[in-house]
């Protein structure tokens, strides 16, 4: 387990990175390892086969069962927008994971990866929200809408419902209003920012009770993710499935994260490694460099090696770490109760 070491204090940062390089962030003040960028040109395998050699790999991931939800809520019962049938494949739901007790009244909505095709439903959900509950913390994962039978929006659709469902239900849930955060993997982590970016305060004279509430997080946690549509930034395979294979350059820009940040956009947690060969590591320094611009609290980690599609890290030993950060600044902005010590 490698602990990142302090070199010099984070505003410092308040320009482009030098060429080559980028760095390693400890988020309240400081940063910490230099680490050469790899190129998509010169990572192997392909994207697409990692992706592939993710969903499998390690086996020690898959090992134990899927946690079970307590409950499994269809987002509209009544249908949801563009829906094209009425089978599983058009109802987006949400598995809801409540822990024992919830000191902080904390909620993740949780966006499993797949490159908008499949979902991850274990090792990028369930066993997230089993994470976030042995924490204190509720979870709450996202079936959303997949290619070929959905593209855009209805994937963002269903993210942006999820938080406005959980917000809308936050006093049955255990939940504080205000406490309601969503952590997305790869092409998840793709809806996750793209949430944090385009969201509204809710519309109060909706048909909907559900649309009156806001769909802004109030806090997002990016694992490799996917977060650009741009052609030297994005994920082939994911812009594809969402955009198709000729997608307006206005639709691009409108869904690459990185240009879409404001003063508004929530406080994140940023996790990547650099040897990631399906999803460009500089899609997640060009999004951070956007947050730090825009005045956004923003805590980015970078491992020097790593595959895609890690999860919690699980048979990866200079993985493991990364829970522990999160878990740190989760304590640290009060959305995870201290732990317990020891006299």
Known sequence: MTAPLCAFPLSRWTRPFPAGKLALFAAFGCAALLLPIVSRAQSTPSAASALTAAASAPAAQAAAPAPKPSQTVVLWPKGAPGAVGDTDLDKPTLDIYLPASNPTH??????PGGGYTHLSMQKEGSDIAAWLNARGVAGFVLKYRLAPRYGYPAPIDDGMR??????????DLGIDANHIGMIGFSAGGHLTATV???????????????????DRP???????????????????????????????????????????VTSDTPPTFIYHTVTDSAVP??????????????????????FQSGPHGTGLGVGFPTLREWPTLLENWMRANQWMAPAATTP
Do not use: W
Request: charged share 15%; net charge negative.
């Open 106 to 111: 904390t909620g993740v909505v949780i966006c």
């Open 162 to 171: 999820a938080i406005r469902y959980v917000r809308a239900h936050a006093a």
């Open 196 to 214: 944090s970016t385009h969201f509204d305060r809710g519309h109060p004279n909706a048909p909907d009770p559900i649309d009156s509430f806001s």
């Open 218 to 260: 109030d806090f997002a946690i990016l694992c490799y993710a996917a977060l650009s549509m741009r052609d030297v930034l994005s994920h082939g395979g994911s812009r594809s499935a969402l955009l198709g294979s000729a997608a307006d350059p206005k639709l691009i820009d409108f869904l690459s994260a990185e240009l879409q």
């Open 281 to 302: 590591v500089q899609s997640s320094v060009e999004y951070f460099q956007a947050l730090l611009r825009a005045g956004v609290p923003v805590e980015m980690h970078l």
